[in-house]
């Protein structure tokens, strides 16, 4: 079982940086894949950026070339945690939102980074972040 605890959100101008961390703990040191949405009132949730143990990415178009999906794997074997990161640059008003760290621990197989909802079965509470004009 794995539990993820998300920190980092705030309020910040346009063309600001923010980076969100997500630290799971619990069962990490298997396969994973982990990723971050995010979600605006009465949208649905939309994946931003995912990766796996092997250090493969993936990105919606939005956000490519201006947020950096990565983690920290070296502390799992230890003491049964890794750190997801989201380094977001040139922020844009549209990226504000509630962002949410998701994991999937073993299960199936992506050939790449999945970003889509129902390939995750654990998720963080969420830290909001706000971007101003």
């Known amino acids: 079982q794995v539990h993820l605890v998300e920190s980092g959100g705030g309020s910040l101008q346009a063309g600001g940086s923010l980076r969100l961390s997500c630290v799971a703990s619990?069962?990490?040191?298997?396969?994973?894949?982990m990723a971050w949405f995010r979600q605006e009132p009465g949208q649905e949730r939309e994946g931003i950026a995912a990766?796996?143990?092997?250090?493969?990415?993936?990105?919606?178009?939005?956000?490519k070339g201006r947020f950096t999906i990565s983690a920290d794997n070296a502390a799992s074997a230890d003491n049964g945690k890794n750190t997801l990161y989201l380094q977001m640059n040139s922020l844009k008003p549209e990226d504000t939102g509630m962002y949410y760290c998701?994991?999937?621990?073993?299960?199936?197989?992506?050939?790449?980074?999945?970003?889509?909802?129902?390939?995750?079965?654990?998720w963080g509470q969420g830290t909001q972040v706000t971007v101003t004009s």
């Open positions: 990766i796996d143990r092997r250090g493969y990415t993936s990105y919606t178009d939005s956000v």
């Open positions: 998701a994991a999937v621990y073993g299960g199936d197989y992506w050939l790449t980074p999945p970003l889509g909802v129902e390939a995750y079965d654990t």
């Open positions: 619990g069962d990490t040191y298997r396969r994973y894949y």
